[in-house]
């Protein structure tokens, strides 16, 4: 039996992770800025293996909190999973430079600063560090430049720390969903940091987040580095290195309205 952080956890991918590890009889500690529903998810779960931290992943005091909390809880930690995040929908040029310091901040900065205060737990355990990231952090998407200069810099940031921490036994998972049926979308800024009403255009099939977050679990139980979504954008990613030009091109029409 694991213990297992969650950040994120009171929807969309973070609640699918939460059930799916729950019925596996893992120890989990929920955390999520939005109080209410983190209760909601809470009261449904097993009390005495289940622990519910409202957190804001931006605010370094609430990160302190949470992981004290969970060792005084349960002693250890033995998988984070920095799942918490926000996007935009918005053409970089028109959208206020505040929409970015919130991406930046909550996709990037925040897991950083809560791995940090994390890592004596997951030392003492051998622990996996779990990072949501995304394939906007591989190639670019059209409106969603912070989004996707976030999970650059995650990506970057921890593929350095994974080498950095192997010889303290500490494993890192990447995980680069494609796009997800998930409320993060739902909830997408626009260009005045309001929730935008701009719908939102994809490419491939739309994945839920019960089958991502089996995915995730069979990586993580196979000590796996990364996990991309599929076939089809990996290639994606591939033509935009190999052939940018023909790749611009085809995201131009596909994002036509993303670009406004």
Excluded at 12 to 30: C, Q
Excluded at 130 to 156: D, E, F, H, N
Excluded at 160 to 169: W, Y
Excluded at 236 to 255: C, G, H
């Amino acid at each position: 039996m694991s213990v297992v952080l969650v950040t994120g956890a009171a929807s969309g991918l973070g609640w699918a992770m939460t059930r799916l590890w729950h019925e596996a009889g893992h120890e989990l500690v929920l955390a999520d800025v939005d109080a209410s529903g983190l209760a909601d998810r809470v009261a449904g779960l097993d009390p005495d293996r289940v622990l519910g931290v409202v957190t804001d992943v931006t605010d370094a005091g609430d990160l302190a909190a949470l992981v004290e909390a969970t060792r005084e809880r349960f002693g250890r930690l033995d998988v984070l999973v920095n799942n918490a995040g926000i996007t935009h929908r918005s053409p970089a040029h028109r959208t206020d430079p505040a929409v970015f310091r919130t991406v930046m901040a909550v996709d990037w900065q925040g897991p950083v600063e809560l791995t940090m205060a994390a890592l004596p737990l997951l030392c003492e355990s051998g622990g996996t560090v779990v990072c949501i990231s995304s394939m906007a952090g591989w190639m670019p998407v059209p409106g969603r430049a912070a989004y996707g200069a976030a999970k650059a810099a995650l990506t970057q940031f921890f593929e350095v720390l994974r080498l950095e921490l192997e010889p303290q036994g500490v494993q890192v998972l990447m995980v680069h969903p494609s796009f997800l049926d998930t409320p993060i979308d739902e909830h997408a800024l626009g260009e005045d940091g309001r929730p935008t009403g701009r719908a939102r255009s994809t490419v491939g099939r739309l994945r839920s987040a019960d089958e991502t977050a089996a995915r995730i679990d069979e990586a993580l139980r196979a000590g796996r580095p990364r996990l991309f979504p599929d076939r089809g954008t990996v290639v994606a990613s591939l033509l935009w290195r190999l052939a940018p030009s023909l790749y611009q091109a085809q995201v131009r029409r596909r994002f036509a309205d993303d670009l406004g």
